[in-house]
């Protein structure tokens, strides 16, 4: 069962400043990483998903990758006010199935 | 345009009752899924299923039955609920290995 566990719990950043979040899972031979964005306890929006070793840009959002360090990151580019949301890193195994990590919460003061 | 629909959205039941969560998609997904989130624990898996007819176990299968009738169909069944039942409950459904999941809205449950 592949664990996922997300650092930090909670990030404070001011608006235009860069986001990042961290992501580390334990078992490398996962290749489908996602990284979903939650706003108060509503559904889930994917904002990207990468597959293989390097970067991965949607918008403002990007999403980096080192399996062999077993590590996944998010980089938020000019984050606002509206991107305060809990963020989730989610890892899927070989049969398909999502494991999530607890979540980072981020607020974005203007 | 692709969904995923649960109901109730809202749900407050007895301990010891029994509680039905529905979840219907229209995306022709073969997989579909059923998650809780509490608190300090992010998604926790409870059942999936690989299409009709089919249920998985997830990590937390324990007071929890599923059901799969059809391709979009995909409920949560709880015989006895308990207290500790209580949590927000979210349903997605999958295609192939790269597309995202998408999810439901959620369903929030409390059992006195």
């Known amino acids: 069962q592949q664990k996922v566990q997300q650092s930090p719990e909670s990030l404070t950043v001011s608006e235009g400043a860069m986001a990042s979040l961290n992501c580390t899972f334990s078992?490398?031979?996962?290749?489908?990483f996602r990284w979903y964005r939650q706003h108060s306890a509503k559904g889930l929006e994917v904002l990207v998903s990468?597959?293989?070793?390097g970067e991965k840009e949607e918008g403002r959002f990007t999403a980096h990758l080192n399996r062999a360090n077993l590590h996944v990151s998010l980089h938020i580019r000019e984050p606002q006010p509206s991107d305060s949301a809990v963020y989730l890193c989610a890892a899927m195994s070989n049969y398909n199935v999502l494991y999530f990590g607890s979540g980072t919460k981020l607020t974005v003061e203007p | 345009e692709a969904a995923v629909t649960q109901s109730p959205r809202n749900k407050v039941a007895v301990t010891g009752g029994k509680v039905t969560l529905s979840c219907n998609q229209t995306?022709?997904?073969?997989?579909m899924y059923w998650y809780r989130q509490d608190t300090g624990h992010g998604l926790r898996l409870i059942h999936y299923s690989y299409g009709a007819g089919s249920t998985e176990k997830g990590d937390i299968p324990d007071g929890y039955k599923a059901s799969r009738p059809s391709q979009e169909n995909f409920s949560l069944i709880l015989e006895l609920a308990t207290p500790s039942q209580t949590s927000v409950y979210f349903c997605?459904?999958?295609?192939?290995?790269?597309?995202?999941?998408?999810f439901g809205e959620g369903t929030r449950l409390s059992v006195l």
């Open positions: 995306n022709n997904h073969n997989n």
């Open positions: 078992d490398g031979t996962s290749n489908n």
């Open positions: 990468i597959f293989s070793d």
């Open positions: 997605a459904s999958g295609g192939n290995n790269n597309q995202a999941p998408l």
